[in-house]
């Protein structure tokens, strides 16, 4: 066969990604956080963006007013500053604006005012708040310690190696091999510096198991004896309640038993997680549902999360007058391209959560009204088929994006889940359901008549929910709940 060159002439479709269509994507599954901080970034960049101070203007509600028997409205700021109980342009008393407002005028002192220097707290003085220490973080307080405790160089290295090691916890997980090789110390040396970090506050930092840790803290209250240690050792048997055997390898009476146990209950397992905790992050949910007059569902969008960006075409139409060679017309005009589409994804990113959260409370609207046992089953293709959008697009939507109801604010991926037959040929159970109806039964069993595994798949089956026992047991085990055996020894334990 020979090789010879040719041309030929083919039809094919394929689908290209855009960068704009690439950031359309990405938008979908930001959160509001995360969205606010892109569109500040997108604001730095670009010349011709600008952000807005009106509230967003309503979406365009569906076909008919309505999305799927849903009625679409987007909140007021009259309705916000109503639901909110506050003026919305209320600011913070420590925010800049408030702080000028109510300051002394110049050449007066205010009540909190201190005499560190001529300029007091004057405009161009130093802000004490730049000097305020951020939180001691646990490595933070170890290595001062360590720089304390150590004066050796080479045990400086290897306890600065350890201390990275530590969890957040507070205990130290990894081997300690690859450090003694990485240094070319012996285990010995590596293990001794370890014991020195083992004594620095908080007390249990750096053990390798939930024993050492207990074991620390019991060794510093001088409460280390025999058997406190065979308690620790076999910390599983406590766990389980099993306290008869427990009782039997310490050696003590019951009385004994109790005390110890209150000892150890004293302790801290975690004493990492007093330093450099994380700030609680409050959820805002992104759209409000609410029963509307009719007896219905009103679903709206939170405006306060919907950051609103606009063009300055005043500012695009003086630049492009005297933009002169190619290179600064083309920046241009990207700049404005780039602003478009921007200002157009985040109007359809708000038009589809609408869509996917209306269609989600038509889906839901029985858990609205009655409770958690009867929350539907529910998948993507259902609701991407119902407003006409792909199961991709509709799985993005519901990422990092919250529901408030008047039962809560949860999570629009909280109102997805499988769907659990039904033994009398009924409609299906949604597995939540189901695990709310499991944990149900087991808050209501006593010590006397504790329920297995086998007992609650009977339960179940009774009320027409048909369940494997594997499944009890999985959805069980996912909740936290201990087995009927542990289960019964807490009973009587605390009976």
């Not at 300051?103 to 405009?123: C, L, M, Q, T, Y």
């Not at 297995?452 to 009890?472: F, N, P, Y």
Request: proline letters at 5%; glycine letters at 6%.
């Amino acid at each position: 066969m020979a090789l010879t060159p040719k041309l030929e002439l083919r039809h094919s479709q394929t689908l290209v990604m855009t960068p704009q269509l690439m950031q359309a994507i990405r938008l979908l599954q930001l959160s509001n956080m995360d969205l606010a901080a892109y569109v500040a970034e997108e604001l730095e960049k670009n010349p011709l963006l600008e952000a807005s101070d009106d509230q967003p203007r309503a979406d365009p509600p569906a076909e008919g007013g309505e999305t799927n028997g849903v009625s679409v409205e987007t909140p007021s700021r009259a309705d916000m500053e109503e639901r909110l109980g506050t003026d919305l342009d209320n600011v913070f008393p420590d925010d800049p604006a408030a702080a000028s407002a109510t300051a002394p005028a110049k050449g007066e002192i205010g009540p909190d005012a201190a005499s560190w220097g001529p300029g007091g707290r004057g405009e161009d003085s130093a802000d004490l708040e730049a000097f305020v220490s951020a939180d001691t973080t646990l490595p933070d307080h170890l290595e001062r310690q360590l720089g304390v405790a150590v004066t050796d160089q080479r045990r400086l290295i290897i306890g600065s190696l350890l201390i990275g090691m530590i969890d957040d916890s507070g205990y130290l997980t990894d081997p300690l091999e690859p450090i003694a090789e990485q240094l070319g110390a012996s285990m010995e040396e590596v293990e001794e510096v370890l014991r020195v970090i083992q004594t620095f506050d908080p007390a249990g930092v750096g053990a390798r198991s939930l024993s050492e840790c207990l074991a620390i803290q019991l060794r510093e209250r001088n409460r280390y004896d025999p058997a406190m240690q065979t308690m620790v050792e076999n910390i599983e048997l406590l766990a389980r309640r099993d306290l008869g055997r427990l009782r039997m390898l310490c050696g003590v009476d019951p009385d004994d038993l109790a005390d110890m146990i209150a000892e150890i209950r004293a302790l801290t397992p975690k004493p990492g997680l007093a330093f450099g905790a994380a700030p609680v992050q409050i959820v805002v949910p992104d759209v409000y549902v609410q029963m509307a007059p009719d007896g219905g569902w009103r679903v709206e969008l939170n405006s306060s999360t919907l950051p609103r960006v606009l063009v300055n075409q005043d500012y695009h139409a003086v630049v492009s007058g005297r933009m002169r060679s190619t290179e600064e017309k083309s920046y241009l005009a990207e700049c404005l391209q780039s602003a478009n589409w921007l200002t157009r994804s985040l109007e359809q990113r708000a038009r589809t959560i609408l869509k996917v959260a209306s269609e989600i409370v038509r889906q839901q609207d029985t858990f609205l009204v009655k409770g958690i046992a009867h929350l539907r089953p529910l998948n993507l293709k259902t609701v991407a088929d119902a407003i006409s959008m792909h199961e991709s697009t509709v799985s993005r939507v519901t990422s990092n994006k919250y529901l408030a109801t008047p039962r809560g604010i949860f999570e629009f991926k909280y109102f997805f889940s499988a769907a659990i037959g039904s033994s009398d040929g009924g409609e299906s159970h949604s597995a939540e359901a189901v695990r709310h109806r499991i944990r149900q039964l087991i808050d209501e069993e006593s010590a006397q008549r504790v329920l297995s595994d086998d007992t609650l798949v009977q339960k179940l089956q009774d009320e027409g929910i048909d369940i494997a026992r594997r499944t009890v047991a999985k959805y069980r085990e996912g909740m936290g709940i201990p087995s009927s055996v542990d289960r019964r020894r807490a009973k009587r334990a605390t009976a």
